[in-house]
């Protein structure tokens, strides 16, 4: 072998590089996620320094822009999430865990496109699974008549001509971490493999003006398997994600070149495929049962869409020298900050007991908006007191206890409203803002008046 073949030392969960191996990563501090990779130059030129580059012309920043005409997908939570439709000669990285749908939702994007315009070309290369399989899917979710082009391979090297010589609209690798490109020496899956082909993919993606979509799978850390390199090298990054036991399906933009980010579409994993919400907070209520102890509608925003979802605490007597804390769909670190403020400021006393907080419907919520409607549903759980079923709260939490104003209120309201609630919990500051007549308003501004609701 005449190429220089050295080894490197790749954190397979950031992609930094090492030339020794250790066992932790300095970069994102995981352990044992070094392996040793084949130095490789391909994928990436090489300078050749005789040859010198070429002088690069500067324009003004005003001008001609070209405008992007998007294409619709049909499926109008798709839209919304990618910014109003998918933008040609754009790359779209996909991640979910296993068995979450991504190959269900691709194929039935795939087959919407290919319909919907008879001239254009949608391919499906499926690295994953072989023709039938993608066949008896195809079946399953009605879409086996549509134009769909099928392949089952995982040569990057033969996808590449292969599309070189077509003309598609719309390109679906699944998945990326299944792709091989013969001239890296590293196993498909591997940080140097998934660069390059990803690398390749999307430089003809931008050449021939397709829409890319690649497939990606998520470790148990939550990062998109290997390289998060992958998400700097795409335009857009989706993340799809819910709870197996549940049916509720969420795509959401995390990172989007065209589009705002925070833009959820909300999906039903039905018997015959995803079916698009369209609304949300109806179904997300769907199953609360009234006069719990325990349980409270927290009014969300999910990028531009009001949201509402019920949030359950339980607190119990411990059994445990240290009481538990776990949360589902939450961040436990925020739990435990608003146990403290709770028993700092208001004099409750979490110390014999343990404490759960779930988010009904296998929904994640990182709004800090969300720290008033849990300390609601801890405080009603621990005076085992119902709320009123009919009230919506939200409001951030200080740690002086006091109730922060939160971003755009009156849309909260106006969801909760429709949806036939009449009671507000919110923070004091709301005052200025334009209320809403069909709901009363408690408006609070620190969290010791809670002890006196409850009282
Ligand atoms: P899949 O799209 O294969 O997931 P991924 O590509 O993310 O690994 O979806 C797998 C799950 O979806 C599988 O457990 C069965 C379920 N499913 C349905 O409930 N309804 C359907 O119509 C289809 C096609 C799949
Ligand atoms: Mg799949």
Redesign the pocket.
């Known amino acids: 072998m005449g190429k220089k073949s050295s080894v490197q030392y790749v954190c397979q969960n950031c992609g930094m590089t090492y030339p020794k191996w250790q066992g932790k990563c300095d970069s994102c501090g995981e352990w044992n996620t070094l392996q040793e990779e084949k130095i490789e130059q391909s994928g990436f030129s090489v300078l050749n320094q005789k040859k010198k580059g070429g002088i690069i012309d500067f324009v003004p920043l005003t001008g001609s822009a070209q405008t992007y005409e998007r294409l619709k997908t049909g499926i109008k939570e798709i839209d919304r999430v990618s910014g109003g439709g998918l933008v040609p000669g754009s790359a779209i990285l996909v991640g ?12 039935q994007i795939a087959a919407g496109l290919a319909s919907s315009k008879n001239d254009d070309e949608c391919f499906y290369i499926s690295g ?2 072989a023709i039938d399989k993608v066949r008896i ?1 195809a079946q ?2 009605g879409v086996a008549e549509s134009p769909v082009k099928l392949a089952s391979t995982t040569e990057v090297k033969d996808i590449i001509a292969t599309l070189e010589k077509s003309n598609p609209t719309v390109v679906i690798i ?2 990326i971490q299944t792709m091989y490109l013969e001239d890296v020496e590293s196993t498909p899956g591997s940080v140097s493999q998934v660069r390059a082909c990803a690398y390749e993919l999307i430089k003809l993606a931008k050449k021939k003006g397709f829409v890319l979509f690649l ?1 990606g ?1 998520v470790t148990k850390q939550g990062a998109i398997a290997g390289p998060r390199i992958l998400e700097h090298m795409v335009d857009t990054v989706l993340y ?1 994600e819910g709870e ?1 036991g549940h ?1 509720f399906r969420i795509l959401r933009a995390v990172k989007n070149r065209y589009g705002a980010t925070d833009e959820i579409g909300v999906f039903e ?6 079916v698009e919400v369209e609304n949300p907070s109806a179904l997300f209520l769907a199953e609360r049962q009234g006069n719990v102890s325990g349980s409270c509608v927290f009014a969300g925003i999910e990028g531009s869409r009001p949201l509402l979802v019920e949030i359950q605490a339980l607190v119990s007597p411990s059994g445990y020298s240290a009481p538990k804390r776990a949360v589902v769909g939450w961040d436990l670190g925020r739990l435990s900050m608003i146990l403290a403020v709770l028993e700092a400021r208001c004099g409750f006393n979490f110390s014999g007991q343990d404490v759960y907080l779930n988010i009904a419907g296998g929904l994640k919520i990182s709004e800090p908006a969300a720290d008033l409607a849990v300390a609601m549903a801890v405080i009603s759980s621990l005076s085992n007191k119902p709320l009123p079923s009919d009230m919506v709260i939200f409001g951030e939490i200080g740690l002086s206890g006091e109730i922060r104003a939160v971003t755009q209120p009156a849309l909260r309201l106006k969801e909760a409203a429709k949806l036939g609630f009449t009671n507000a919990i919110v923070p004091t500051s709301f005052g200025k803002e334009k209320k809403i007549t069909d709901l009363s308003y408690y408006e609070i501004g620190n969290v010791h008046r809670l002890i006196n609701w409850f009282n």
């Open positions: 979910g865990d296993p068995g979450i749908g991504k190959s269900t939702l691709l194929l994953e699974e899917r399953r979710l699944d998945s497939v799978h799809f197996r049916h994993m039905q018997d015959r495929g995803l």
